[in-house]
């Protein structure tokens, strides 16, 4: 007896199994992809620059080492019963050519041959301590409104410089105040009450954010503000 050919082998799968089967075998599971997800991630984390953060950092540095810088000011003038003046500088970036003069660099100054019976005698200033260069990139800004220290016309150096100090600063427009014997300053105290004197202040922000605000005062800012009856620091960050 011939046997019948028959049109195909029965296989037991439907064509709707065969598919799902197949989908199963050339897909991924939840875990695999889960993995594959952290290991972008990281990628991500470690090849995108974080500019941000390091710019916030760097401002972060510069406003903790001037605040030192005038802490330390403050406590010589009264431990060594003498002025101690911080005086601020305009010139153009040391490790960037051809850049514009801003306020980049501050250096601490001794007052010496001081005569108390004639006010109008300049004392001279000796360097007490090494020109400090802002980081690269920050700058204090030289606006009225963020900045009154250095762009009040009382408190802008006088020509005569002491013979101490760098050559890089000595033609630069400067401006300061002092650290006295008695805890005070020499910056105007025009407040009716030492309960609320007025803040002199100045702001740090980075180049980089000033440019792409046209001047504007950025998000990004540290603003250091000296009470002029006490010498006391004060530090406002948003």
Request: aromatic letters at 6%.
């Amino acid at each position: 007896m011939k046997r019948r050919p028959t049109k195909g082998r029965r296989t037991g799968f439907s064509p709707v199994c065969r598919l799902a089967r197949l989908r199963r075998n050339v897909g991924f599971t939840l875990l695999e992809l889960l993995a594959v997800i952290i290991i972008i991630g990281i990628i991500a984390v470690l090849t995108i620059p974080s500019t941000g953060i390091l710019g916030s950092t760097t401002l972060t540095k510069a406003a903790e080492e001037l605040t030192a810088t005038l802490n330390e000011a403050s406590e010589t003038a009264v431990v060594e019963n003498t002025p101690i003046g911080i005086r601020f500088y305009e010139i153009a970036s040391v490790d960037i050519p051809d850049s514009e003069e801003e306020f980049r660099a501050y250096q601490l100054v001794r007052l010496t041959d001081i005569v108390p019976e004639d006010p109008t005698q300049t004392a001279t200033e000796v360097a007490e301590t090494d020109l400090f260069y802002l980081p690269q990139q920050v700058l204090i800004m030289d606006t009225p409104a963020n900045s009154t220290l250095v762009t009040t016309d009382s408190l802008e150096c006088e020509q005569q410089q002491g013979e101490s100090l760098p050559e890089a600063v000595k033609d630069a427009t400067c401006y300061g105040f002092d650290f006295l014997p008695d805890g005070s300053t020499t910056l105007p105290k025009t407040a009716a009450e030492e309960s609320e004197p007025p803040l002199w202040f100045l702001t740090l922000v980075e180049e980089t954010d000033l440019i792409r605000t046209s001047g504007e005062l950025p998000k990004n800012f540290i603003t250091l503000g000296i009470n002029p009856f006490t010498g006391t620091v004060r530090r406002y960050q948003p």
